[in-house]
């Protein structure tokens, strides 16, 4: 998932010969281009996997009561996940409306690129919390009413997820977005002291 700078410098500093410029900057526009088709996909696929997820976790805790007919509470809990994949889905659509307002030039995709980077990178801050809140909410109904107690391989599982998922989202925008996010906005720059000195 990591985009190195290096080729679009290499291309970008091709320029100055003048007999290349229209060749590179044609180069450069379609690294560009599957750049930004990379991070779209990205972002998708990291939104509709959450969704999709939170949704089936809803499905599966309205389920149980049908097995076990003492655990009717389990209908509210499934009502926040089922909440919170609703809040996911209304962010994605906002956030696909808001991609019509970047411009088909160079520098717009490449904005539109980092538009979409910065984006995947709140999406894991934001996504994550949505997600562990109803996960909480539940834990803390459970322990303070002691409805339906769970085995123990099972809570600690729950509290397990509960620690590790905003560590995993960290890890990943860190390592895996941040970089891809520098080497765009240095490109950015480039490009606008490009434009500038011509």
């Given amino acids: 998932m990591e985009m190195d700078f290096s080729r679009f ?14 060749i590179d900057r044609a180069a450069l526009s379609e690294l560009v281009g599957k750049a930004g088709r990379k991070a779209r996909l990205d972002l998708r696929a990291f939104e509709y996997v959450t969704m999709l997820s939170i949704l089936g976790i809803a499905i599966a805790v309205a389920s149980e009561p049908f097995f076990e007919k003492h655990e009717y509470f389990q209908y509210y809990e499934a009502a926040l996940f089922l909440a919170a994949a609703v809040a996911m889905f209304v962010r994605h659509r906002q956030r696909a409306r808001e991609e019509a307002r970047f411009d ?8 539109l690129t980092i538009w979409r980077l910065e984006s995947l990178a709140m999406r894991l801050r934001e996504y994550c919390w949505i997600a562990l809140t109803p996960m909480i909410l539940t834990g ?28 995993g989202m960290h890890k990943i925008a860190r390592e895996k977005v941040q970089p891809q996010l520098r080497s765009m906005k240095a490109l950015r720059e480039t490009l606008r002291g490009g434009e500038a000195s011509q």
């Fill in 9 to 22: 410098q290499m291309i970008w500093d091709e320029q100055e010969k003048d007999s290349l410029f229209a």
């Fill in 104 to 111: 088909t030039s160079l520098c717009g995709e490449v904005d």
């Fill in 140 to 167: 803390l109904v459970r322990i303070v009413f002691q409805l339906a107690s769970k085995p123990l391989w099972l809570q600690l599982a729950w509290a397990a997820l509960m620690v590790l998922t905003p560590i």
